[in-house]
Structure formats: structure tokens, C-alpha cells
T-cell receptor, first 112, second 110 residues
């Protein structure tokens, strides 16, 4: 059974803290994505990566960075968390032949 | 501008009833369209994919339709069950990019 695993389902952090969200996929996919999901706004792309050590900015990269040191792992980093980064974060990878996105269970981050 | 609009925003139906969710898009070029189901607090899961040449596709009690001329898709749920309560997200895919709708939140009541 294919799987995208996000390390933390729920996190509570304070303003200014550094936050790491980890994502691992076991499908040998080249492409991985980080989205945030907010009510009424749908999913918005933060960053994506099409290969190890390669990354591209999405639609809302400000305040975020990413790391892809290994093919299976894609990390999202909030250098200094702010309250407006309170959100649900979804990691995904895709099958290149069909374009199907496989999502993790999500990480709900609250920044106080 | 590439956009995907879904209606209604939310919907409440009784168990056993049918419902239809709508997705209109202004995306070009068009590669394919997917419907995802997202349970509360979980990640989205793919229900079905529609390519340009397909009009109708069924997956158990879910039937998706696509009219590429009018740029509309619908998801019809037959004989709804409590477990159908979720958000349904329409995603249009032009050339390896994903354009998401904001979803329809469906609540099925016993």
C-alpha cells in the first residue's frame, strides 16, 4: 500500500520558533510537494521538488524553506513561525505517468 | 487566469439520498481532471480521473462526468452513506501543474 507519511499530526509552537515538518514517501516518486490548506482558500502550493536537492517556489513561498537531501524525504521549514502560519500542511508526491497526487495525513500547526 | 470553482460550498443530505457536486473550470491547456475526497482532519484521496476524451466514469457509488466544451465536471453520489461525509475537491491539471477548487463540504445525516 503506497504511503506518504508526515511525522507530526498536530503541533503547537510559539511565535519566533523554528519549525520542521517532515514528510517521507515510499513510492520512489521523483516529485514531492508541500501545500497549506486554509478554510475557503483551498490548497496552495508552497514549494515543490522534482529531484534530490532540487526545489522550486510555489505560489506562497514567503516565510518557508525546504530541504530534499534524499529522494524519499521532503522537509518544510518555518525559520521563525508567525501566527499567520497557523494552518493545515499537506505533503504530497505524484506518479509522473498518471499525475495522481498522493497526500499525507496532514500536519495541523498552531502558532501562538 | 486559471481557476476552478466548485458549488455548492456545503451540502447537507439524508442518508440514502443522491447528490451532485459541480466543478467549473477556466484552465488551459487541459490535461485531466480529478476528484478527491478529504475526510475531516485527513489528507485528500483520489476518487477518479477524467481525461479530455472521457464523458463519464464510475467508481462504486461515485459517477463523474466531464463536458470539455463547457468546461464543467460533476460528481454524483448515489445512495449516500454516513461515511460519504467529507470535503470533495476538484483538481484540474494543465501540463503537470495542479489547480485546486476550494471544495464542497458534504454532510450526510442519519
Amino acid at each position: 500500500d503506497v504511503k506518504v507519511t508526515q511525522s507530526s499530526r498536530y503541533l503547537v509552537k510559539r511565535t519566533g520558533e523554528k519549525v520542521f515538518l517532515e514528510c517521507v514517501q515510499d513510492m520512489d516518486h521523483e516529485n514531492m510537494f508541500w501545500y497549506r490548506q486554509d478554510p475557503g482558500l483551498g490548497l496552495r502550493l508552497i514549494y515543490f521538488s522534482y529531484d534530490v536537492k532540487m526545489k522550486e517556489k510555489g505560489d506562497i513561498p514567503e516565510g518557508y524553506s525546504v530541504s530534499r537531501e534524499k529522494k524519499e524525504r521532503f522537509s518544510l521549514i518555518l525559520e521563525s513561525a508567525s501566527t499567520n502560519q497557523t494552518s493545515m500542511y499537506l505533503c504530497a508526491s505524484n506518479r509522473e505517468d498518471t499525475g495522481e497526487l498522493f497526500f499525507g495525513e496532514g500536519s495541523r500547526l498552531t502558532v501562538l | 487566469k486559471n481557476q476552478v470553482e466548485q458549488s455548492p460550498q456545503s451540502l447537507i443530505i439524508l442518508e440514502g439520498k443522491n447528490c451532485t457536486l459541480q466543478c467549473n473550470y477556466t484552465v488551459s491547456p487541459f490535461s485531466n481532471l480529478r476528484w478527491y475526497k478529504q475526510d475531516t482532519g485527513r489528507g485528500p484521496v483520489s476518487l477518479t480521473i477524467m481525461t479530455f476524451s472521457e464523458n463519464t466514469k464510475s467508481n462504486r457509488r461515485y459517477t463523474a462526468t466531464l463536458d470539455a466544451d463547457t468546461k464543467q465536471s460533476s460528481l454524483h453520489i448515489t445512495a449516500s452513506q454516513l461515511s460519504d461525509s467529507a470535503s470533495y475537491i476538484c483538481v484540474v491539471i494543465p501540463d503537470h501543474k495542479y489547480i485546486f477548487g476550494t471544495g464542497t463540504r458534504l454532510k450526510v445525516l442519519a
